[in-house]
């Protein structure tokens, strides 16, 4: 079975603590620490991201990148990118998974990804600018 974003809605409701939104094809999850997720059904694989900060909020981007690409396989199941949002630069945590996974693998997938953010701001915060 492949699943579909309208299929994820009550399997990921069940999760004490998750706030389950729907926005378009796109599902918002959001913990009980308010890290919000974004997961979305493309084509053969699931994929579920969460935004960490801008790049712009970084001291040195090619220090923390390389801090990044020493220390992010410390993390399973989740990994460090950046995307552009509405002409900005962000770094992003994601995880994916085949969208045929099984209803277990999903859970696990989000919920390890929720506790891996909180790590990765933790260990690269000395890479972040302070906030006036």
Known sequence: MTWQVSELIPLLREHDGWQVDVND??????N??????????AGEQIVVEVLLFAQ???KD?????????RTHKLFPLSTIGINEIDGASYYV??????SQSKAESI??????LFRNVEAFIDLYQEHLKEVA
Do not use: C, P, R, Y
């Open 25 to 30: 094809q796109t599902l918002v999850l959001k």
């Open 32 to 41: 009980e620490d308010n890290i919000e997720a974004f997961l979305a059904v």
């Open 56 to 58: 712009d909020s970084v």
């Open 61 to 69: 981007v090619n220090a923390l990148n390389n801090e990044i690409l």
């Open 93 to 98: 945590a994601f995880g994916s998974l085949s």
């Open 107 to 112: 859970v696990i997938e989000v919920a390890t």
